[in-house]
């Protein structure tokens, strides 16, 4: 009995152990398969993280080769860059000579717009002047009775007569200026160069009011008398001088030249040619020289230019002069 009883505690304890390995059996079984479903799990989520892993590797791929492009985008943005900001300094630059070129252009403009207005001018005052109307001067009538001689104007007696009955003169000028002949006539004479001016426009009224084919200058020679005109009976004439006729349809302009004498002072006198002198034609121009205060030939312009400088020249068309050493023209 005492055995059995043992023995039944045996059972039961057997039985109590039992069940409870059964119990720790059955959790740990749970939880090897909560263990497998977690690895499940974990190589469902590793593949996944594999195949991102592999997708980010390709980004990554694609985000070093949008990089390295970027970078070589960057460079050649950066050398662009560099070459538009030293084109936008050098256009810069250009600006400012530009802005400063359009100033002295607007200056230039400027100069040119009084200059041009000058230039009309003088023109004008040329024109006017080579071309002056004397019919209503009263010392033309006397010039015309007592010096025109059919188609010849003596002009030593016109210039006589200027002297002598009208009480013309030689007026010095300091400040060397062109008068007008209308000024001349008002101041009754003026320098060498109003002289020349006023007998130029004097031998062209009558050479278009009279037709006119010849003026008589004189000359000197010895032994010869040269006739100026009669008052009465009493002729007047210059002693040791003859006679001269110059052509004008053969020298028909009428320029002046101003030249240096005795390397001291400065003259002007009257030429006659058969073209209007300028610079570059003075050394090949025909032309014939005259005094305008008294009406002697003074010779040919060819070896006159033999002795002399000339460094002003003054005729309808313009007036030039010599400057810099007398080697420059304007």
């Given at each position: 009995m005492r055995f059995s009883f043992i023995l039944l505690i045996i059972l039961i304890s057997i039985s109590v152990l039992y069940?409870?390995?059964?119990?720790?059996?059955?959790?740990?079984?749970?939880?090897?398969?909560?263990?497998?479903?977690?690895?499940?799990?974990?190589?469902?989520?590793?593949?996944?993280?594999?195949?991102?892993?592999?997708?980010?590797?390709?980004?990554?791929?694609n985000l070093s080769y949008e990089y390295k492009r970027l970078e070589d985008l960057y460079s050649n943005l950066s050398l662009e860059y560099k070459n538009l900001t030293e084109q936008y300094n050098n256009l810069k630059s250009m600006y400012e000579i530009l802005k400063k070129e359009n100033e002295e252009y607007k200056k230039l403009a400027m100069y040119y717009e009084i200059l041009h207005n000058l230039s009309l001018e003088r023109h004008k005052f040329l024109s006017e002047n080579f071309n002056y109307d004397f019919s209503s001067k009263p010392f033309i009538k006397t010039v015309k009775d007592k010096c025109l001689l059919e188609n010849k104007l003596n002009l030593p007696c016109a210039i006589n007569i200027l002297k002598e009955k009208y009480s013309y003169k030689y007026i010095s000028?300091?400040?060397?200026?062109?008068?007008?002949?209308?000024?001349?006539?008002?101041?009754?004479?003026?320098?060498?160069?109003?002289?020349?001016?006023?007998?130029?426009?004097?031998?062209?009224?009558?050479?278009?009011?009279?037709?006119?084919?010849?003026?008589?200058?004189?000359?000197?020679?010895?032994?010869?008398?040269?006739?100026?005109?009669?008052?009465?009976?009493?002729?007047?004439?210059?002693?040791?001088?003859?006679?001269?006729?110059?052509?004008?349809?053969?020298?028909?302009?009428?320029?002046?030249?101003?030249?240096?004498?005795?390397?001291?002072e400065g003259h002007c006198i009257i030429a006659l040619s058969n073209e209007y002198i300028n610079p570059l034609n003075l050394n090949k121009v025909k032309a014939v020289l005259l005094e305008p205060q008294s009406g002697e030939y003074i010779g040919n312009l060819k070896e006159f230019l033999e002795k002399n400088i000339i460094y002003i020249i003054i005729n309808e068309l313009d007036i030039y002069y010599r400057q810099r050493g007398w080697n420059l023209w304007k």
């Amino acid at each position: 009995m005492r055995f059995s009883f043992i023995l039944l505690i045996i059972l039961i304890s057997i039985s109590v152990l039992y069940f409870q390995k059964y119990e720790e059996a059955k959790e740990l079984y749970i939880k090897l398969e909560n263990l497998n479903k977690t690895i499940e799990n974990l190589e469902i989520l590793n593949s996944e993280l594999l195949n991102k892993l592999e997708n980010l590797s390709i980004k990554y791929e694609n985000l070093s080769y949008e990089y390295k492009r970027l970078e070589d985008l960057y460079s050649n943005l950066s050398l662009e860059y560099k070459n538009l900001t030293e084109q936008y300094n050098n256009l810069k630059s250009m600006y400012e000579i530009l802005k400063k070129e359009n100033e002295e252009y607007k200056k230039l403009a400027m100069y040119y717009e009084i200059l041009h207005n000058l230039s009309l001018e003088r023109h004008k005052f040329l024109s006017e002047n080579f071309n002056y109307d004397f019919s209503s001067k009263p010392f033309i009538k006397t010039v015309k009775d007592k010096c025109l001689l059919e188609n010849k104007l003596n002009l030593p007696c016109a210039i006589n007569i200027l002297k002598e009955k009208y009480s013309y003169k030689y007026i010095s000028d300091k400040d060397d200026e062109l008068s007008s002949v209308e000024e001349f006539i008002n101041k009754k004479g003026g320098d060498c160069e109003d002289w020349s001016l006023f007998v130029s426009s004097l031998i062209n009224y009558f050479v278009r009011n009279y037709k006119i084919d010849y003026i008589i200058l004189y000359e000197q020679k010895i032994g010869y008398n040269f006739y100026l005109y009669k008052e009465g009976d009493i002729e007047y004439y210059y002693q040791d001088a003859t006679s001269k006729n110059i052509n004008l349809i053969e020298y028909k302009y009428q320029n002046i030249i101003c030249y240096i004498r005795n390397q001291t002072e400065g003259h002007c006198i009257i030429a006659l040619s058969n073209e209007y002198i300028n610079p570059l034609n003075l050394n090949k121009v025909k032309a014939v020289l005259l005094e305008p205060q008294s009406g002697e030939y003074i010779g040919n312009l060819k070896e006159f230019l033999e002795k002399n400088i000339i460094y002003i020249i003054i005729n309808e068309l313009d007036i030039y002069y010599r400057q810099r050493g007398w080697n420059l023209w304007k």
